[in-house]
């Protein structure tokens, strides 16, 4: 059963920001949103997380609506190389030990236009 | 910086070859993970492991095996390579800090033919 739902594909213009949507609607209380890309012939690389309150870092903003059941990823001023396979997850935290099975669904593929 | 290292970028083997593929991380994660991505399908998780000699199955672990024998190696093994096994295969280890950050290797494209 997939925990998440993105569309699979989204155009953006370049320096506009670019809003990802993502769907979570069986996410439970402890279970926090990540984010991850992948750019073409590169491994995915983490961007971003958050569990209820808004988050902010230097490569984009995280908006976790109120009941929690969707997000938004924000790339504020997108460019060419922005372009990318963006992957939602949604998971319990990670402690650091012991068992965790990291899976991927198919991600939304950004194409930002020059 | 973090380093997960792939011993091969590109690889051409032979159908019924048995291949190894290997993954090293330098940041003393426990758990690390073996993916095969292919167009249209995503990444798909084969095998994972969170401690020496400790593995469980993923979603597609059918014709694949692995290995750890220590911390920082985790080792995809093909038994009989097939041509459906070609593919874009994708190694990764996951910090216990900050959040569930998983680092990557480059990846190794391996063809069957």
């Known amino acids: 059963d997939a925990k998440t739902t993105q569309p699979p594909s989204m155009d953006c213009a370049e320096g506009r920001a670019a809003n990802l949507p993502c769907n979570h609607s069986t996410i439970s209380g402890n279970e926090y949103v990540y984010w991850y890309r992948q750019i073409h012939s590169q491994g995915p690389q983490y961007i971003i997380h958050g569990l209820k309150n808004n988050e902010t870092n230097e490569m984009a903003s995280l908006i976790i609506t109120e009941d929690r059941k969707s997000s938004t990823l924000i790339l504020p001023h997108a460019t060419l190389r922005d372009t990318a396979v963006y992957y939602c997850i949604v998971s319990l935290a990670y402690s650091g030990a012991g068992s965790y099975q990291l899976t991927f669904g198919k991600g939304t593929k950004l194409s930002v236009i020059p | 910086d973090v380093k997960v290292t792939q011993s091969s970028r590109y690889l051409v083997k032979r159908t019924g070859e048995k291949v190894f593929l290997e993954c090293v991380q330098d940041m003393d994660h426990e758990n690390m993970f073996w993916y095969r991505q292919d167009p249209g399908l995503g990444l798909r998780l084969i095998y994972f492991?969170?401690?020496?000699?400790?593995?469980e199955k993923g979603d597609i672990p059918e014709g694949y095996s692995v290995s750890r024998e220590k911390k920082e190696r985790f080792s995809l093994i093909l038994e009989s390579a097939s041509t459906n096994q070609t593919s874009m295969y994708l190694c990764a280890s996951l910090s216990g800090t900050g959040g569930l950050e998983a680092f990557f290797g480059q990846g190794t494209r391996l063809t069957v033919v």
């Open positions: 492991s969170y401690d020496v000699k400790m593995k």
